[in-house]
Nanobody, 123 residues
Framework: QVRLVESGGGLVQPGGSLRLSCAAS????????MGWYRQVPGKQRELVAR???????IYADSVKGRFTISRDNARNTVYLQMKSLKPEDTAVYYC?????????????????WGQGTQVTVSS
């Protein structure tokens, strides 16, 4: 099993900053992509940012220039630095990790989700 532990959410005023972290542990053979998604009640979960093992990144248009995704491969950890936060950034943020499991010699693929962390942007 692969476990993800998220941290860093909270309440922040508009224009403020937050940094989310997500650490992966367990039966990991390799990690391909790591990403952050967010969801508000009544809406579908949406991609915020994603980073591949090679360091390629993609961002939702709504966060480009304000959010930065990065990863520490040695620690199997992905970060999301969020700046110039807006009320519309308020959501539950979920970490997602895709890779290969080392439990068997077949190295099956996995896609694991974190438990979610609340980010609220409000004055």
């Amino acid at each position: 099993q692969v476990r993800l532990v998220e941290s860093g959410g909270g309440l922040v005023q508009p224009g403020g900053s937050l940094r989310l972290s997500c650490a992966a542990s367990g039966s990991i053979f390799s990690i391909n992509a790591m990403g952050w998604y967010r969801q508000v009640p009544g809406k579908q979960r949406e991609l915020v940012a994603r980073i591949t093992s090679g360091g390629n990144t993609i961002y939702a248009d709504s966060v480009k220039g304000r959010f930065t995704i990065s990863r520490d491969n040695a620690r199997n950890t992905v970060y999301l630095q969020m700046k110039s936060l807006k009320p519309e950034d308020t959501a539950v943020y979920y970490c997602n990790v895709e890779g290969r499991d080392r439990t068997t010699i077949y190295r099956p693929a996995f896609s694991s989700w974190g438990q979610g962390t609340q980010v609220t942007v409000s004055s």
